[in-house]
């Protein structure tokens, strides 16, 4: 037990100490051939695996059992791992852990360990010699939740130096068991613009990355309130946008005002932009596909009259991985819209329900945004 709580705590140095703990660290290391080798120091265990929590073939099986070596240095190589970020965790003699020697996210709702297999194919969610933005940390009262609350935002090159120039924003969500920092950690989104931005493919533009999880102050579980105890639509329209205009430079009419998320956040984007319209004129969902849509009924009935629809709604984007669960409402829903005649653009690619297909998601979406 000794054993597993230094793991434990290691884990928690690591996320806290980062600078000093870097020296300490010996991630996965990733071959030619995208197989990962993980290594783990437990010589009192019995038994070490690794565990993947994505979909079975992102990181070539669902689990890998790894093999004892000298001074109880376990080890295993694993098949061949799709390009991307992939959430996974350590069993030890049954116990799952966080493994200490990986760079810490927030998924599954805690802090878990990922593995970045790159793709040698594409860059343009790395780092790269341009202008970069700032992603500031902005804490405000919340009326609707009752409490103190933070957001991230994203600001474009040159945002503090033109102090006359206004922007666009959009409103970006993560998904279930996620939290506002998704999009910068996993994501990569301020590199993505920081790189669409120096090539002149997007517009600059302010991101707002809120925690989707806003619950009413009688709820009764805070951490992930569900159902009629969240308030994020209340607190996006009351709380959020005039915290925003208020603070920082935007263009506030609605057509220079979007929203957007993955998975869960799709649903947050769509529900809360189909039902304001007087307040948002685009709208993108990422793996967020609409059951049993009726364009009569599903929003309101918003998409009943398709000439208004498209006369109102400035972009509708929607994509979806084709390996993912949401990839067969996501297509009806494109299938049903084309045959309405209710504007909108679809993009599918090879992908499951994770972060390297979100990243391609809004690599498409920002190019098309605020044009």
Request: charge should be neutral.
């Amino acid at each position: 037990m000794k054993k597993i709580i230094l793991t434990i705590s290691a884990c928690f140095f690591l996320v806290f100490h980062q600078e000093s703990a870097a020296q300490l660290m010996r991630e996965p290391e990733i071959d030619d051939q995208n197989r990962a080798t993980f290594t783990v120091n437990a010589p009192n265990a019995k038994e070490v695996k690794v565990i993947n929590q994505s979909d079975e073939m992102a990181m070539g099986a669902a689990e890998y059992s790894l093999t004892r070596g000298e001074n109880g240095i376990w080890t295993v190589t694993t098949k061949p791992c799709r390009p991307g970020l992939h959430y996974y965790k350590l069993s030890i003699d049954g116990f799952e852990c966080a493994d200490p020697q990986s760079q810490m996210y927030f998924g599954w709702a805690r802090w878990s360990s990922c593995l970045e297999v790159p793709d040698k194919n594409i860059s343009f969610y790395l780092p790269k010699n341009n202008p970069t933005g700032d992603v500031i940390i902005h804490w405000y009262h919340s009326k609707v939740t009752g409490n103190t609350r933070k957001c991230l935002i994203y600001t474009p090159p040159g945002y503090r130096h033109e102090m006359n120039k206004r922007y666009p924003v959009l409103y970006l969500q993560h998904g279930s068991g996620e939290s506002e920092l998704g999009w910068t950690m996993q994501g990569k989104v301020n590199f993505i613009m920081d790189n669409l931005i120096a090539e002149g493919k997007a517009v600059p533009m302010i991101i707002v990355m809120d925690n989707g999880y806003a619950p009413a102050p009688d709820a009764e579980d805070k951490n992930r309130p569900a159902g009629n105890s969240n308030k994020f639509e209340e607190l996006v329209l009351q709380d959020l946008i005039p915290e925003i205009d208020a603070n920082y430079r935007t263009l506030s009419a609605r057509e220079s005002r979007a929203i957007a998320g993955l998975s869960m956040g799709a649903g947050q984007a769509q529900r809360i932009g189909f039902g304001n319209l007087d307040v948002f004129a685009s709208i993108g969902a990422f793996s967020g596909g609409s059951r049993n849509f009726d364009p009569n009924t599903s929003y309101s009935g918003v998409f009943k009259d398709a000439k208004k629809f498209n006369e109102t709604v400035k972009l509708y984007w929607f994509g979806c991985g084709t390996l993912d669960r949401a990839y067969e409402g996501a297509r009806s829903l494109h299938n049903e819209l084309s045959k309405h005649g209710i504007q909108h653009v679809w993009h599918e690619m090879h992908g499951s329900h994770e972060w390297q297909v979100w990243r391609h998601h809004i690599h498409e979406f920002a190019q098309q945004l605020f044009k």
